[in-house]
């Protein structure tokens, strides 16, 4: 953990964990990924619908256990502009490696 934050999520407010960012130069689309943990969140979120997106644990900068929360900040190269995304890590399997499962999470209300 690099530093602690606040994130609220659906009016609810999460101790976050920041681990970090990615560097995601190789992509056309994407400049850098942001990622937080968010502590205590599992119940939370264990419910909620899964997009069908994975992403596998050894693509994260530190190490996952079952049963956590991500969330991640996609900046966008072409715009500049920030999409949030959720992950869950609740045992999932793709092609014999553990993943995380991307879930739908209403966005904020403005």
Known sequence: MIRADKIAVNGKEYEASYCGE???SWSDDCAKL???RLEN???DFKNKQKTGIV???NNYP???DT????????HSRKDGSVERIYQISDGSVWQDMPVTCQIW???AKS
Do not use: C, H, S, T
Request: a negative charge; zero cysteines; aromatic letters at 16%.
């Open 34 to 36: 942001e990622i937080w």
């Open 62 to 64: 530190m190490n996952i």
């Open 41 to 43: 969140a599992y119940d």
């Open 105 to 107: 999470v209403e966005p």
């Open 67 to 74: 049963g956590q929360v991500f969330v991640m900040d996609l």
């Open 55 to 57: 992403k596998p644990y």
């Open 22 to 24: 990615q560097d995601m």
